[in-house]
C-alpha cells in the first residue's frame, strides 16, 4: 500500500514545484598541506563545497576565494575552478547536485552515483559526472529565484560564478550537507525520496541565508534599501485592487517582513499597510463620487475581502461609513 503512495505523492511534488533537485554524487575529503591537486576541472552540475575544517584557496574562472571552516562555496555549472590548501589538514564535505523536470531521469542519476564514497587522502579529485538534464527548468526553484532578482542589485551576488555563505546559517548548511553525506551512504526504505527533500531543504536553507547576508548588506548601504522600498511602494500601488498583502510585497523585493517594513516606514514615515489602506480608501472615495457604482462592488475593486472589512477601514480613516461619504460627496 504504502509503495504504491510513494510514486503518486512523488508526481504530486514533481507536478506543484516544476522541476525536483538531486544530489547525485557526495564525497569526504581530508588534504594535507602539502597533498598535490590536479589542474583545474569543470562540471556540468552545481558544486557544494562545505569546509569541517583547515583554509582552502579555491580559484573559479581565475578569481581566488578563501574558504575557512564552516563555510560553504557553492560553483554554478560549467565554472573553471582548483583548490589549494593553505592551512590543513582540510576535511571537507563535496556534494554535486542539479535539477531535473523528469523524475526517472532524477532517479537514474541517484542510481548511477558511486556506491562506496569513502574518504580520501590521496589530492585526486573527482572531475563530477557529466549530467546535461540537470540544467533544466532551474528557474523554478528559490534559490534561482534569488539570485535572478539580486544579481545586479548586490555587489556581494553580481559574480554569477559561485555562491559563498559564511553567516549566521552556515551551521545549518553544513549540518543538512552531513545528512545528505549519511543518507547517501545507507539502504533505507524510500531513500531516493529522502535525498530529494533533503536537498531541497538544502536550497531553501540556502536561500534564506543568503537573502539574511543580503539584508545585513543593505543596512550598510541605505542607498540599496531605498532601492527596494521604491520598487516595493511602486508594487502596491500597481497591485493594491487585487488584495495584495504586506507579506507578498516584501517578498517581491526579497526582503524578510520585518525588515521590510522597518525600511518602508524609515523612508516614507508610515507602515505599509497603513500606506496599503490609505492607498485602497483614496481609490475608493474616487468611486464613490459615482453614484451608478455599488458600494459592495466598490469594496471588491480596491481589494478588499469583504465589504465589512471596507466599511471598518474607511471609517477609521475617514470618520464616516463610505455611504455617508457619497451623499456628501457625490455629484
Known sequence: MVEDLLPAFEKSLLENSGSIPVVFEGAEHCYETSTPFPTASR???????????????VTINGKLVVVTKGSTL???????????????????????????????????ALLSRPKDVQPITNG???SGPTVPFLQENVSSLPLEYFLNFAQGENDALSDTSYLMISGKSRQAIGSLAERIMRESRQDAYAKDMMMQFLTMELLITLSRALREEWEESLRVKNGKARELVLIARDYLDQNYERGVTVAETAAYVFLSQG?????????????????LMQIRIEAACHLLTQKEIKV???????????????NVAFRKQKGMTPMEYRHKYAE
Open 43 to 57: 562540471h556540468t552540475s552545481h558544486e557544494l563545497l562545505y569546509l569541517r575544517r583547515g583554509r582552502c584557496e
Open 74 to 108: 557553492i560553483i554554478r555549472p560549467q565554472m573553471t575552478h582548483s583548490v589549494r590548501v593553505v592551512e590543513g589538514p582540510a576535511d571537507m564535505v563535496v556534494l554535486y547536485f542539479g535539477f531535473s523536470s523528469d523524475i526517472q531521469k532524477a532517479q537514474k
Open 124 to 126: 585526486k579529485l573527482r
Open 259 to 275: 525588515y521590510f517594513t522597518r525600511a518602508f516606514r524609515d523612508e516614507f514615515g508610515i507602515s505599509p499597510m497603513n500606506y
Open 296 to 310: 459592495s462592488g466598490i469594496a471588491t475593486q480596491v481589494g478588499f475581502s469583504s465589504p465589512q472589512r471596507f
